[in-house]
């Protein structure tokens, strides 16, 4: 499976905007970019995915780089609740599913 | 239902027995998975099932671990002989089709003393 390289860590403040980034610098023409968030003591929650092109819900915005090497999970607004890990994924379509989780992003908002 | 539900949310067992845990996947889901997240954020695939039928078991320790989704009963991960390195939290998450988005449970937190 590709590898996705993401900070450890980042700090925001509440209703600022917040771009989490995402290197996948190995990913292949049908690998999948998938956001999943993990908030503290729940499970995983999807956020968004997208191939190519940029991609818009009412979570969250995912913009693709044009040689989908990286990707960045923009949230608008950040509220104290959007605290939590956020995962990069790299799945290929067509295949097994499975997702393979890394080390995401600890994702802090103040106040 | 429309949330996946893992039971139960704890179970404590002592080294070398055994450890049975379930999940309901939402209605309507064709697809089960099993991930195990033994420190904060490392998680491992396990097993994924299509309907009843096992997907892909290539996470699945050769030993120890089964699971099961039998129609019209909540899918169960079982591990045998259990050991302290065992402990962690195990995820079930479901999807309508494999490709789809998985929505997760929140998780049964195994504990082996």
């Known amino acids: 499976d590709a590898k996705t390289t993401q900070p450890n860590s980042m700090e925001s403040n509440e209703e600022e905007p917040v771009h989490l980034p995402c290197n996948h610098s190995t990913i292949s023409g049908t690998d999948y970019i998938h956001w999943y968030r993990q908030l503290p003591s729940q499970g995983p929650e999807y956020v968004i995915h997208?191939?190519?092109s940029n991609v818009n819900n009412r979570m969250a915005s995912l913009a693709i780089a044009e040689d989908r090497k990286s990707s960045t999970l923009i949230l608008h607004r950040a509220t104290l609740r959007d605290a939590a890990v956020y995962y990069c994924i790299l799945s290929r379509g067509g295949s097994n599913y499975k997702l393979t989780f890394g080390k995401g992003t600890l994702l802090t908002v103040n106040p | 239902g429309e949330e996946v539900a893992q039971t139960p949310k704890h179970l404590v067992r002592g080294e070398g027995q055994k450890a049975k845990l379930y999940c309901a996947p939402i209605?309507?889901?064709?697809?089960v998975f099993w991930y195990q997240q033994v420190l904060k954020n490392e998680f491992k695939f396990l097993i994924s099932?299509?309907?009843?039928?096992?997907?892909?078991e290539t996470g699945m320790p050769k030993e120890r671990f089964s699971a099961k989704c039998l129609p019209n009963s909540p899918c169960s991960l079982e591990i045998q002989a259990t050991k302290l390195e065992d402990s962690a939290v195990y995820f079930c998450?479901?999807?309508?089709?494999?490709?789809?988005?998985?929505?997760f449970g929140d998780g049964t937190r195994l504990s082996i003393l």
């Open positions: 099932f299509q309907n009843e039928n096992v997907f892909d």
């Open positions: 998450a479901s999807s309508r089709q494999g490709n789809q988005p998985q929505h």
């Open positions: 209605k309507g889901h064709s697809y």
């Open positions: 997208g191939l190519t």
